[in-house]
C-alpha cells in the first residue's frame, strides 16, 4: 500500500471516529437536559431544585444561588446556540423571575446569597464573589436570549461591582483579614473574572473594548501559578506570584489547572498569541494531565500535593465529575486550536474513562463522585455543588468544536513520488 493511500485511509478513519464522538456526545446533550427538564423545576415557587437523587426525587429543597445562575446560562446557551434546543419551555424556564427577584440581598450592597430557601427567603451568605459571577453570567445570557434590556443592565452593575471587589476594596465580601492569614490568591478568581470577560465581551464591542485590560491582568495572574520553574501549576500563591508556605502553598488541583486552560486558550484566540497558546498547553493542558492522571485506576486525582505528602482533604483521590468534563473540553480545544494529535488522543482517553465511568445509562445524567477505583461513591445526580452545569456545557461545547472539526475540509495528502528503478534514465 503506498504511503499517499494510507495516509488518505488514516485520515477517513479519523473523521469517521469524531463523527462518531459527535453523535454520542449529542445524545448523551439531550439525555441529561431531559433530567433536569423533568426533575428540577420548581412549578410552585420558580427557579430549579438541584438536590436530586439518582432517580430525579428531590431529597433537598434549598436552592443555592451559583447553581440556579448556572443553570439559567446553560438553559440560556442551549437556546440561543442549538436549533434543536430553540423551543419555548427551555426559555420560559430560564426566564423564571426566581433568579432575579430573590438572589440579591437587600440593599444598599450588591451582595446575593448563597443559599435560599424553596421560596425565597435568604440562608447562608458566602463571602466569595462566586454567587454574584454566575448571577452576572446567567443575566447576560438571559439578554442575549431575550433581548430584554434589564438583564444586562443586572448583569453590567454585578460586574462592575465583582471587579471593584477584586481590585479595588474587598471589604463589601465582608471578609476580615487577619493578621496571621496569608494574603493568598486563588486561583479561582482571576479564572472567574477572565470567563466573565469572555462572556460578557463575546456579543457586546463596546464591554470587549472596556475589559481588555482587565481581561490581560486576569490572564498574567493565571500565569503566575505555573511555580517550580514551570514544573507544577499550584493553586493558591501570593499576590506578587510567589509560593506559599504548607499545604496552602503546595496544594494543586489538576481538574482547575485543565480549566484554566481552556479559559486562557479562549483568550489567546481573541488575542491572537500563537506563542502565548503553546505555553498554555504545556503548562494547563500537558502538565497536570501528566501528575494528575491515576496511573492504577485511571482518571483524575482531585487534590494533589506539590511534594508528594498525602494532601489532607479527605476526597483527594477521588474522581468527579467536573474535572473531567473540563479536561474534555481542554484537551478538544488544544487540539482544535493546535491540530496536535497528541491532544486528540487524550480527549479521546479521558472521554472514554469519564462516559464509562460517570455516565448512568439507567436513570440519566452523570454520577458526581466516585471512589479512586471508579465505583460510585455518591448516588446523587446533583446538590449543593453539582447541578446543571459542568456536563451539559461540556457536552455542548465538545459538540460544537467536533462539528467544526468536521466541517473542515480534510487535508489532501502530498503524493509520494515513485522512485525511479535503478537503471533507468
Same mark, same amino acid.
Given at each position: ?10 485520515? &477517513? ?24 427538564? &423533568? ?33 439559567? $446560562? ?34 444598599? !450592597? ?7 430557601? #424553596?421560596?425565597? #427567603? ?42 471593584? $471587589? ?65 514544573? +507544577? ?7 506578587? !506570584?510567589?509560593?506559599?508556605?504548607? =499545604?496552602?502553598?503546595? %496544594? %494543586? ?8 486552560? $481552556? ?49 489532607? %482533604?479527605?476526597?483527594? +483521590?477521588?474522581?468527579?465529575? $467536573?474535572?473531567?468534563?473540563? +479536561? ?10 493546535? !491540530? ?42 446533583? !446538590? ?13 461545547? =465538545? ?24 537503471? +533507468?534514465?
Amino acid at each position: 500500500m503506498s504511503k499517499g493511500l494510507r495516509a488518505r485511509q488514516d485520515m &477517513e478513519k479519523e473523521r469517521e471516529t469524531l463523527q462518531a464522538w459527535k453523535e454520542r456526545v449529542g445524545q448523551e446533550l439531550d439525555r441529561v437536559v431531559a433530567f433536569w427538564m &423533568e426533575h428540577s423545576h420548581d412549578q410552585e415557587h420558580g427557579g430549579f431544585f438541584t438536590c436530586l437523587g439518582r432517580e430525579g426525587r428531590v431529597y433537598d429543597d434549598l436552592k443555592y444561588v451559583w447553581l440556579q445562575g448556572r443553570q439559567v $446560562w446553560m438553559y440560556c446557551r442551549l437556546y440561543r446556540t442549538f436549533q434543536r434546543f430553540h423551543h419555548s419551555q427551555l426559555l420560559n424556564a430560564a426566564k423564571g423571575e426566581f433568579l432575579l427577584r430573590y438572589a440579591r440581598l437587600a440593599p444598599p !450592597g450588591k451582595k446575593c446569597a448563597f443559599v435560599l430557601t #424553596r421560596d425565597g #427567603r435568604p440562608v447562608k451568605v458566602q463571602r466569595t464573589i462566586f454567587s454574584e459571577c454566575f448571577y452576572t453570567m446567567a443575566m447576560n445570557e438571559l439578554w442575549r436570549a431575550t433581548g430584554e434590556v434589564r438583564y444586562q443592565t443586572e448583569a453590567v452593575e454585578m460586574m462592575d461591582q465583582i471587579v471593584h $471587589w477584586v481590585r479595588e476594596d474587598a471589604s463589601g465580601l465582608g471578609r476580615p483579614q487577619l493578621q496571621g492569614a496569608p494574603t493568598a490568591e486563588p486561583m479561582a478568581v482571576p479564572m472567574m473574572l477572565l470567563n466573565l470577560v469572555e462572556q460578557l465581551g463575546e456579543a457586546d464591542e463596546e464591554l470587549a473594548g472596556k475589559y481588555t485590560e482587565l481581561g490581560d491582568w486576569c490572564a498574567q495572574r493565571i500565569l503566575q501559578h505555573v511555580q517550580r520553574d514551570g514544573q +507544577a501549576v499550584l493553586e493558591n500563591v501570593s499576590e506578587d !506570584g510567589k509560593e506559599l508556605s504548607g =499545604c496552602l502553598g503546595r %496544594q %494543586q488541583n489538576p481538574g482547575h489547572a485543565l480549566e484554566a486552560g $481552556w479559559f486562557l486558550l479562549r483568550h489567546c484566540i481573541r488575542k491572537g498569541d500563537p506563542e502565548l497558546r503553546a505555553h498554555v498547553i504545556d503548562k494547563f493542558l500537558l502538565l497536570p494531565f501528566r501528575s494528575g492522571w491515576d496511573p492504577d485506576h485511571g482518571g483524575l486525582f482531585y487534590f494533589q500535593d506539590a511534594d508528594d505528602f498525602c494532601p489532607t %482533604q479527605l476526597e483527594w +483521590a477521588m474522581k468527579l465529575w $467536573w474535572p473531567h468534563s473540563e +479536561a474534555m473540553i481542554a484537551f478538544l480545544m488544544g487540539y482544535s486550536e493546535s !491540530g496536535d494529535p497528541v491532544l486528540l488522543r487524550l480527549f479521546y482517553q479521558v472521554a472514554e474513562y469519564t462516559f464509562r465511568q460517570f455516565r448512568d445509562p439507567e436513570y440519566g445524567e452523570w454520577f458526581g463522585y466516585l471512589s479512586r477505583e471508579g465505583k460510585v461513591a455518591l448516588s446523587i445526580k446533583g !446538590g449543593p455543588f453539582k447541578g446543571c452545569f459542568h456536563v451539559p456545557r461540556c457536552l455542548a461545547m =465538545c459538540e460544537e468544536m467536533l462539528g467544526a472539526l468536521l466541517s473542515r475540509p480534510a487535508p489532501t495528502p502530498t503524493p509520494v513520488p515513485t522512485p525511479a528503478r535503478r537503471g +533507468a534514465e
